[in-house]
């Protein structure tokens, strides 16, 4: 992924190291939350607020890979590429990269899609936005 | 998934809600790993106790299917069955059903391996337990 | 605390140990509240439906003393009793203790307030329950 | 708390939001940790490295007074002043304020002691450093 659309960097906090030292399995999804909602945010698209007008992004399906741990103090960087499939679903690319050495995190790719009133809808007509592949 | 080699059961707690009144995607994965340590246990395989020991049982991969969102109150079940995939891979194929409906939530398929002083080595070996295909 | 008005058994999870091997710090406060919400829920108080009713139960204040940590595989039992202060506070007394040696792991006093559309109201005329002290 | 020791800027994360739409109670921990450990690494003591040495960082008493909730998207600082109590115990004096208006989210007073291989020691002669109170 060379070239990223959105990038965000973190540092790890320790409350998110489990017994082994490292970075919980579980709390990778939070940091890829955290960064597609600011990537989205970057784009208008306010999480929250959509909610409030009863329009729900969500996950349908995720896929990650990991390839190293996070550890204590570690920082890295988020980058996110996406791509539509179909008319219902944006398809989230995803690597967690340490900083500075690039060394490769995670891979994920992450399914979102978008609901009106609990139906499926077009993620252009919901959120206004239209969605290019990169 | 007739028949799952282990079963254990959960309460939602509402902590673990987002701000949409479902529980967050993450968290999920917290319910799939104490199922599976809780099952580990059941086969005298004591996560905490191989650490000490150098061991370490590492997730490589996740795939999860979201289906459909618990909410407050919600009742659940996990459900684990393995099989073994090479020498050094075992597969969790584990689905979550609410109670007392039985609606699949999610379904999710997980790659554990086992490192010894950060190598990867024959779960049988590190362990002293046999796996079965389930 | 030698009866307590409400209890509720847990066993911790590994996922919430950080890298001391104990249970870290914040999630007592996740425990302490499940408990209360299972609580409020045996006077049928549901905390996710009163939010829908725009009546917010939340807490204006907490002192936790810890005395012994949990770690992998414990089990607890969280005990809670109330008292009102005033009109508008209720008090939970809480403590959490091993199973099964008793050893109090903390003692808690949690202050809850109940708000309606922002502004506190009595918990009775918000609740429908009468508060007892116990 | 005009002058701080120390002071550490953040932004809430949508899943540390619960059902209220507000930063959960336990979360506030989790930032109030994060910083006490960037502050002790700004006077180079580390947490995690002294874990591998049996010497522990502990929390004996939390005390939380919640003031205003954060939101989605807010950004807020912690500061931190210290000071010791006794030969055994440091007093953080921690206030999380929101960013840009300066608004009082909590204040907490949080007391931490060091143990070595189980005993409390003095931290000086655990961590090599002099604390002044602030």
């Known amino acids: 992924m060379p070239e990223a659309a959105f990038k965000l960097e973190f540092k790890v906090r320790d409350y998110e190291l489990d017994l ?3 970075v919980n399995n579980s709390v990778y999804q939070n940091y890829l939350e955290h960064a597609r909602h600011e990537f989205l945010l970057s784009k208008n698209i306010d999480f929250a607020a959509l909610h409030e007008q009863h329009i729900d992004l969500v996950v349908s399906r995720v896929e990650i890979n990991y390839k190293a741990p996070l550890q204590s103090q570690d920082s890295f960087v988020v980058k996110i590429n996406t791509e539509k499939q179909g008319n219902l679903r944006i398809v989230f690319h995803q690597i967690i990269e340490r900083i500075p050495d690039g060394k490769v995190i995670i891979d994920a790719t992450i399914i979102g899609v978008c609901l009106q ?12 936005v239209e969605w290019e592949n990169k």
Chains 1, 2, 3, 4 share one sequence.
């Open 20 to 22: 082994q030292g490292i």
């Open 117 to 128: 009133n609990g139906r499926p809808v077009k993620p252009e007509d919901a959120t206004g």
